[in-house]
């Protein structure tokens, strides 16, 4: 069903629509280095703090501060009045010279990370990026863990190294050993790489010694970023074992600046693909289904080289939140947690360049003729996403984009 019209121009194809509504954190230069709450429309940004204020909205108080917690913090019924809100105030014209003012070209706003990060814990998710992972890693051996099917494999990372999309990715030092016959060196990642996901941000917070059930995501989950978790594969490789992923992935995870709520992708909803064995109970997704149809595309230097369907993943979203409070960790306002790398079947799929170059022994041609294994210094990756929009068409995430520089560049 058609929704209601903005009086806002919003160009054909625009990554926001009127259906979209994404949260996020801005400053505009010639105003000074404040930052305040802002939502996307067409190419344009709302300050929805002011406009909430020219309004008379008696949600403004949640809108005051210069990130979207504390109206995350305030639970699904006000998510959904204030949304209700803003789509009147863009789609009625007797809100135009109240809001009008508060509309801002989006080329004149500096984007800010759009949420104070809680923990940040990381999944191992889609079952055809395990696959490769597991026959490039182990190829003697069965590429998945004998737990894999049976529960979301994932990993606590760290939360301080979040940050905006456009932060260089300076190349990370660490241990490496080359081969089983020397002793690891200390130096710089020769195996730098992307993992293309989406980042799921908590909004209400649980107890502790509560597990959230799978029919409480929505009581829980405020919305969607896209995520790069960069990974140094060699230091990776040398430090994982026992223990998992440490310093060759928390030097730098990236977010997209717009934060998609929950409530914008009710159209892209759709079935998971069939999961042998059955999940346990408590995993059991058969009466909440939450796999999502969305399509990353991911640029190298310009160039398409990928477009993973998130709608392959084995392990969705709200099941990946039931493990992870399943032992009655708690939730807090601005937790993020991946979703694991997104990978289908296909080779032009992939959400790694582990994947592409098949662990770096099969480089991949670029167009002037060049191949590329791992990331070199001022190369640069862009990830945008794209998911059916309610009454018709598509809507973005807006991108999440890295350029490597060498750890020495100031």
């Known amino acids: 069903m058609q929704g209601p019209s903005p009086w ?42 002011a406009a ?21 913090a305030a639970g699904p019924q006000t998510w959904n009045e204030l949304r ?36 940040y814990v990381d999944f191992y998710s889609s079952e055809h990026h395990a696959l490769n992972a597991g026959r490039i890693l182990r190829p003697s051996g069965d590429p998945l863990p004998p737990s894999w099917k049976y529960l979301p494999v994932g990993y606590q990372g760290r939360a301080g190294t979040v940050a905006i999309s456009g932060t260089p990715v300076r190349r990370p030092s660490g241990q490496v050993r ?30 502790l010694g509560h597990a959230v059930p799978l029919s409480a995501f929505e009581d829980h989950v405020f919305g969607v970023v896209i995520l790069s978790d960069w990974s140094a594969r060699d230091i990776q490789a040398w430090e994982y074992v026992p223990l998992g992923p440490f310093l060759g992935k928390s030097f730098l995870t990236s977010v997209s600046p717009w934060l998609v709520p929950l409530a914008a992708l009710k159209a892209a909803r759709t079935d998971p693909p069939p999961r042998d064995p059955p999940p346990l109970s408590y995993l059991d997704d058969a009466d909440h289904p939450w796999a999502l149809d969305i399509t990353l595309e991911i640029k190298l230097n310009g160039r398409v080289i990928s477009r993973p369907p998130f709608s392959s993943m084995y392990w969705t979203a709200a099941q990946q939140l039931a493990q992870m ?39 991949f041609q670029n167009p002037d003729g060049s191949t590329h294994t791992y990331l070199a210094d001022g190369d640069e990756v862009v990830i945008t996403g794209s998911a059916p929009a309610a009454g018709g068409g598509t809507l973005g995430f807006g991108e999440v984009r890295g350029r490597v520089v060498d750890p020495s560049d100031t």
Do not use: C
């Not at 994404?22 to 703090?49: K, L, M, N, Q």
């Not at 009147?88 to 109240?98: F, K, M, P, V």
């Open 8 to 49: 806002v121009p919003v160009p054909e194809n625009s990554q926001f629509p009127l259906s979209n509504l994404p949260y996020g954190s801005f400053s505009i230069e010639t105003e000074g280095p404040g930052r305040r709450v802002g939502v996307a429309i067409g190419d344009h940004v709302i300050d929805v703090g």
């Open 52 to 72: 909430a204020r020219a309004t008379g909205s008696p949600l403004s108080h949640l809108l005051e501060g210069h990130v979207v917690n504390p109206l995350m």
């Open 84 to 119: 209700a809100a803003v789509t009147a105030w863009l789609s009625d014209t007797r809100y135009q010279d109240q809001v009008g003012p508060h509309l801002i070209p989006r080329r004149q706003v500096t984007m800010h990370l759009p949420f104070e990060v809680g923990d």
């Open 178 to 207: 080359d081969s089983l016959d020397v002793t690891p060196s200390f130096r710089p990642s020769h195996a730098l790489d992307f993992e293309a996901e989406l980042g799921f941000v908590v909004g209400v917070p649980s107890d």
């Open 325 to 363: 409070t399943s032992n009655g960790a708690s939730l807090r306002t601005g937790d993020l947690y991946g979703s694991g790398t997104i990978s289908g079947p296909r080779p032009d799929q992939v959400g790694s360049l582990l994947e592409l170059s098949w662990g770096g022994s099969k480089p």
